[in-house]
């Protein structure tokens, strides 16, 4: 590989160092990768909102996370200034949005929604994704998407640290296919082809290892017979 | 499968509909199994502390995300009444904690983490794992982990919708192995064999299925050549 010499110094035998100080010195774009790698594998979700006045808006948004099963609360992290405030301004403005899972089949699609379209084009359209609507939930759900969610707004929150948004919204409405959902509630979501990303563009289908039962200190760690 | 009843009621057709509602009807560990596995897949994390007085705490984590780029920011969620206490308290006494990605060899002691030893118990002790010094960071690395992170605090908010806390850290030293990172900076997660989770105890390891171009509204969805 030709590291460029700021990655070169890092270098150290098999290793690689950076310290806060070599990051800032290496370019933007390296810098964006490296970082967007660090955390790990992340989730891969289609964010579908619709507009007060109608317009449908679809983005694919890397940053949902957990946050809690009772309440059902899920979070998301969104940057106001980028592709992702169209979504930001149509959920603040109806109070609902939907997040469907990517999966393999639809990957291509799901990268695409995040070019920065203007504000009059739909991303369904642009990408051939389908908006659908169920159960009088306001906001589109994606047709094409096997594991599908309609949340509700409960909290916006500014992060001073760095301008972006912490969205944290509660589970209205669960959609997925029979056969997916284990009796202990489980959802095999590898069954369901559901991808993982890693750093900005790479998607990844996955292979189970193994489920662990619950860890309790005076016992080894024990597999679910599956 | 044998569901029960309040599973076998969202039953219709080919789909499974939850309200929420219906999903307060679930016995709480069918519930909380569901909703952990509804946003996807998530990073696997073991996070490093030492107390001022010198106990170490080592804690599996599913909730580390990534948050910004510049600064590179990396945020995650701790539920204070949890096995997260001990974390929580160290990284707050101290203000470092580290980020320790989970390998396929790994999974079994990473997974035992989640078991509520008591405080004057090391989870490095009682799992065989390794606590590593380096560069004179205040917080254990595992030693058997290939990506790890040294993280400063720079926040510590506590989300009032379901008291759990939201602790945001910088990147201060990135170790990795020589030859996982491109000259595009990105880092191959997958090559260096860290797994992701779904739900609450299922591991996974991945299969790319290619990176993708930066998307752009005038272009059709291009590979990355790899």
Chains 1, 2 share one sequence.
């Not at 590989?1 to 370019?27: C, E, K, N, V, W």
Request: net charge neutral.
């Amino acid at each position: 590989m030709t590291y460029s010499a700021a990655i070169r110094r890092s270098i150290q035998g098999h290793t690689m160092h950076f310290t806060s100080q070599t990051l800032d010195a290496l370019p933007k774009r390296t810098r964006t990768n490296l970082i967007n790698s660090l955390s790990g594998f992340k989730s891969a979700n289609l964010v579908g909102t619709r507009s007060g006045s109608g317009q449908e808006n679809l983005c694919i948004v890397s940053s949902c996370f957990h946050l809690g099963a009772d309440p059902a609360l899920m979070g998301m992290i969104i940057r106001p200034h980028s592709v992702d405030r169209h979504t930001l301004e149509y959920l603040q403005e109806t109070g609902c949005y939907t997040i469907n899972h990517v999966h393999e089949g639809i990957i291509a699609a799901a990268h695409q929604t995040s070019a920065r379209y203007s504000r009059e084009v739909s991303e369904f359209e642009a990408t051939g994704l389908t908006a659908d609507y169920h159960h009088d939930f306001p906001a589109p759900f994606v047709q094409e998407a096997r594991i599908r969610l309609g949340m509700k707004v409960v909290e916006i929150q500014d992060l001073a640290v760095n301008g972006t948004v912490l969205v944290i919204g509660t589970i209205e409405h669960v959609l997925l296919p029979t056969g997916l959902m284990g009796e202990d509630g489980y959802v095999d979501v590898e069954q369901a082809g559901t991808v993982t990303l890693s750093g900005l563009d790479s998607y990844h289908l996955t292979r189970r290892q193994g489920r662990w039962r619950y860890a309790k200190p005076d016992r080894t760690p024990q597999r679910i017979n599956e």
